[in-house]
């Protein structure tokens, strides 16, 4: 219970770090904001033309952008949540500092990563969203099922999220830089999480990939189990499974890692 | 030009800077050519799926990809590095540009030069080359002429935007976001053919934030495409005289913003 | 006119600050960072500018050199309206920013000076004959191809002060330069900068904390405190003004009352079993000592030597006592 209490801590101090930064905040929801209407009136015209694309109507396409630009910095598809202070802890040689700690290295981080993103999402992932509701024609459901199915599966994606860039930051033990790989990062979240396009509305051969990645899992799972295109069980079990399977690889990393580091550290 | 010197000048040392994280440079630059194309990729997606997109062909659009995207890369090699100014006026850095004899613009605009910043302009300008082929255009002197035209005179539209953007940077520091709406938003925005959006959007880039001359309105022209709200003839060809006033009125901004400059707090 | 180099006539510079006042509400009010100031420079000499943190130093600095401009009053470096043309009196004036470097942090400290040569077009000659002075002087030869970021801060200080003076300015302004370096360091700056002003006649004006700095180099001071001139004279006069005092820091054994001191030392402040006591500096500390010692169970003890804060809040002090007497 005592190391229960711990994580909470790190998780609440993740999320007071990122609200206090307020007018960064402001600035990013207006910036969603236009990047969501922007994105809006091209998907409109994509599915005018072909409408069920993807077994999406206009209206389920328009919540697919609101829920992207709400996930956005809540999920750091493109990065800097978590990862960008671990690889710069790594680069500089401070990591050992945290390695003497008695607390697990992984769920430390990942609580502080859910914090982060809990603020993200009710800071700068809500205002877009609402915004997006009051003027277009969304998908939404009215009875509280899907939504509470919504928010497991958001908490799973958080996970998931976190995983992938954990995994991506321990690179900088060998790499010993993290600017090639954030990038690397940047342009596999956007593109396989489905923010260039919903992956349901790829071509056939790459739209079957592409739902089987770890990306997938960040914001096309949840929008489809939000608007009922998706078994919440199947969506949970998917996810969960790249969860524990992404950690789990990122433990082994982390052990390799460490080793090396107490080796070098002398 | 003092101020033309003095940025080569600062450019170059951030190029030798840049050189003495050797593995970095090389993933960087191949990097931020994928990045900048991923807006491309989602375009060729789109159209694997339709064959136009609110009425224009994939060439058409193309060209209005590259030509945005073109005239954005340059404008970004210029003055990318006005995200970074907030940061430098929190940090009390910006300061030590102030106290040199050389225009500070041209400083902050070679402030962390970098040569990756060419990727999004070979990327640009390699899809101008295959959309100027693929188009069905009937070319007349005067549209060869366009193409250039369009393209410096929207990087000098972009510029504008830059500028202004740095400017209200001095009075709101933190809020560096807000310009990425209009930067990054703008050239996302312009990428996709005008007939797709609303009206009421289409009028605003086009009489407020005049946007709509760095492709929209020219390329109109070029492809023999009506433009969704009334404009004269002439308009095709007022683009060089639409960002000389953008010039000048982000010229005063700055001005403005510098005489108002209150440095860090002791 | 050189008796007037740098002029300031009743400058003002007055900051908007706007307050959080509740959850929406904002309070604007006007803050006087620096309250009409009138002073003049001449050409040659070495002045001190000290008050305490947030008394108008920097700000005034900031405004001798066009990065701010003044809400009122006039101003003038060279003859030069510092704001209206900030980029033709850089050529004239050098400035180092004590916790902030000017240099190139992944190059090679000479990259700096080149790029210095180009942006400030010195002529090739000059240039030369600056570089290997400066080298010389400030002790930097073998530093010249070291990538900044692995000098140490005082090899930094040193270098950052070569590149605010390679072309020839005629006014220097230093903002803490001595902060933070080790004794050795800090001698060797004030050195340099007592050589340059008597050689070159460089006027030098400069913002310190450490009285030192003042001491060995200032012959005229200038005290600003919320954002007035409080004092303009020579150190002497300073010490007048407020006579400074030691601090003698004493640890007993134990928690007891305020030691009794012989007059004029007096405990100021008492925490647990550790006790400050104030005393003139002129005062011997020894004597002091060896009278607590015969009657207090000492553990440990230091002497804090004045500083600029302690004897302006004296000078603060005497002022007072002399209003109300």
Redesign the interface.
Known sequence: MGSARLYLAVAVGGFRRYAS????T???V??N???G??LV??Y???WE??PG?GGYDQAQAVTYVWLGQCLYATLAIQGGGAEKDLMERIRTGEIAVDLYRPVDLQLWWLAGDVGRAAFQMLGRGVVPFVFGSLFFTMALPTEITPWLAFAVTLLLAAVVSFAIRYLAALSVFW?M?G??VS??L??TG??FSGM??PLN???DGLGDAVQVLPWAAQIQVPADVLMGERDPLGAFAFQAAWAVALLAAGRLLQSVATRRVVVQGG | MEGLR?YG??AG?WV??GM??R??FV??VF??L??TG??F??IL??F???????GWTLPEIALLYALSVTSFGIADLLLGSMDVLGARMR???F??L??????VLAQVGADRFAVRRLGRITQGAVVLGWALVAVDVDWSAVKVLLVPVMVVSGAAIFSAVFVAGAAFQIF???????Q???TY?GT??LQ?PP????KD?VRGVTFMLPLAFVNWVPAAYVLDRPYPIGLPGWAAFASPLVAVGCCALAGLAWRTGL?????T?? | MDDAFIELDGVEKV?DVRKKTGFLKRERHQVRAVDSISFTVARGEMVGYIGP??AG???TI?ML?????PSGGRLRVAGIDP?RE???L??R?G?V?GQ?T?L????PLI?SYK?MH???RIPDARYRENLDRLTELLDLGELLDV?VRQLSLGQRMRGDIAAALLHDPEVLYLDEPTIGLDVVSKTKVRDFLRQLNTERSTTVLLTTHDLQDIEQLCSRVMVIDHGRLVYDGPLTGLHEAGESERTLVVDLERELPPIEAPPPARVVRVEGPRQWLAFPASASAAELVARIAARYPLVDLSVREPDIEAVIARMYEERAGRALS
Do not use: C
């Open positions: 930064y307020r007018a960064a402001a600035a990013g207006f910036t904001t236009v990047f209407l922007i009136y091209t409109l015209a994509l033309e072909r694309l790499l830089d600017t090639g990038q690397v940047m342009i956007v593109f260039v396009l509305a790829f071509p | 003095a000048l600062i040392m030798r800077s003495t994280y593995a970095s993933f960087t990097g931020n994928l990045v991923l807006d990729v989602g997606l789109m694997s799926q339709v064959d136009s997109l609110g940090d009390g850095s300061d030590i102030l106290v040199r004899p050389v225009p709101a520091q933190d809020a560096a976001e807000v990425n709406a209009f938003g996302t925005l996709y007939s797709v959006f609303g959007l005489r108002s400059y209150r440095s707090g002791s | 900051f943190n947030g130093k920097s700000t900031k050199t066009g990065i701010l401009t704001s900030r980029t033709r850089a050529h004036i400035v920013f902030r000017t190139w942090w992944d190059l990259d790029l180009r942006m400030y990538p």
